[in-house]
């Protein structure tokens, strides 16, 4: 049960002035999701919980090694180069 104390605190937390009204209005606002929560509890399912609708497992390919490119390959296009690596901006 949320009392109008918790929605007042949880707008200390927010950084939020609530008005009477908003406390008033929220606190209702509040309950009545709890209460849906609550009738969801009141539900017996005897499905298995599911992770994923689909039911896929695994969509990703296999990890193999394959051939990469070469370094020359590689910093072909690099509009700066240095040593055989890439040379990136001075950021400090």
Same mark, same amino acid.
């Given at each position: 049960?949320? =009392? !109008?104390? =918790?929605?007042?605190? @949880? ?7 609530? /008005?009477?009204?908003? %406390?008033? %209005?929220? /606190? +209702?606002?509040? $309950?009545?999701?709890?209460? #849906?929560? !609550?009738? @969801? ?6 499905? &298995? &919980? =599911? ?5 896929? /497992? $695994?969509?990703?390919? +296999?990890?193999?090694?394959? *051939?990469?490119?070469? *370094?020359?390959?590689? @910093?072909? $296009?690099?509009?700066? %180069?240095?040593?055989? #690596?890439? %040379?990136? &901006?001075?950021?400090?």
């Amino acid at each position: 049960m949320i =009392t !109008e104390e =918790t929605v007042d605190h @949880l707008g200390w937390l927010a950084r939020i002035k609530l /008005t009477e009204e908003q %406390k008033e %209005k929220f /606190t +209702d606002q509040l $309950n009545s999701i709890l209460g #849906y929560f !609550e009738k @969801l509890d009141e539900v017996e399912a005897d499905v &298995p &919980p =599911t992770h994923h609708v689909l039911g896929l /497992t $695994n969509v990703f390919r +296999d990890d193999v090694a394959g *051939q990469s490119i070469s *370094q020359e390959e590689a @910093l072909g $296009n690099a509009p700066k %180069k240095e040593r055989g #690596y890439f %040379k990136g &901006p001075r950021i400090v």
